[in-house]
């Protein structure tokens, strides 16, 4: 089996790290003892293009279980644990292809290296596999069934590739979950973004002014965690119910011309470009930290940020120090990588584990019903969603009521009034 990783003798410590993760992933573990016995995904072969955490093993290990032959990849260059793959490749036989600090066309080497076991089913966060697929000979996509999409930045970008009718094969967005945007994206990127900038940068939160761009789910997590912190909360958003939102969840709105000369830590959640660019780094405070947590290291225009600047060294792990011509300095964290996976270990299990079991339940749904779908993005299955709430708030010992006859009842008449 071919693999590629930074240091194989990382293993143990991988998987002891596994473990720990996999203890936290109770629904997962309830769809690995069934995939064991019914192996539905017996005979496929998923290539999946993931953050290699050890929430991302935990979910090979259900894939394996289930039957699949499984390749896995990073889905950016800074987002692996090295004794996380380490650990796949030793302890579970997986093809892994991934290097934390991998440069892009290493990157991309590693894509194609998966791609290589002409896979049937593709599993992306981002989309950067799919796009692959899709600039790539119709060999490699010859066997494709269908494959699932992670996060809301690959969503848009699939969505764009079915309206201009070019996409090859059917995907479901996972991302659009309930079990998965409701908590990943606000709980899991909220704690592990002020994770990441908290351990590369070991700034106090309290008293500081957070400027939080975009406030979907992820700014919303963030938003709220800054907060919790007792930092003061400044929020940039171009869409007016979300900005109108945010003002009534208590946070100061403005443009980042404005928050630009405030703030003293700046984090990008848009999923878009340029966010942060070169008039807004010239006006910043001296000593502001900028950091991105959206997929793409687009959000923040680091070629700007060069040109004001007439130094730059690595001051801390994941902190790079520019100092402008102006004087000022201005601290960057982790290349304007998402920080959240690049300085810090991303979400917690307990959020990925519903976002993995979506992933699980897509590929077993993808192989049940790919002959009744179209090259289109679909939602996943609602019953798949609702059973995952259901099983996540039993592991959580949670038990819910459930309507009366007489409610139920109620909920489907139109009689009854004043
Ligand atoms: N995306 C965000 N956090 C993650 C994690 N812990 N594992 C895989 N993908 C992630």
Known sequence: MKFDVKDIKLAHKGALRIEWARNNMPVLGLVAARFKKEQPLKGLTVAACLHVTTETAVLMEVLKAGGANVYLCASNPLSTQDDVAASLATHLKIAVFSIKGENTKTYYSHLKAVLASKPHITMDDGADLVSTIHQASPEVYRNIIGGTEETTTGVIRLRALASEGKLRYPIIAVNDAQTKHLFDNRYGTGQSTMDGIIRATNKLVAGSAVVVCGYGWCGRGVAMRAKGMAARIIVIEVDPLRALEATMDGYEVMTIKEAAKIGDIFVTVTGDINVIRKEHFATMKDGAIVSNSGHFNVELDIP????????????????????????????????????????????????????FANQALSAEYIKHHYRNLENNVYKVPEDIDQNIAKLKLSSMGIKIDVLTPEQKKYLSSWEMGT
């Open 304 to 355: 700007g940020l060069e040109k004001l600047s007439r130094l730059k060294r690595r001051i801390r792990d994941y902190v790079e120090e520019y100092t402008l011509r102006n004087g000022r300095k201005i601290y960057l964290l982790g290349e304007g990588r998402l920080i959240n996976l690049a300085a810090a270990e991303g979400h917690p299990a307990q959020v990925m584990d519903m976002s």
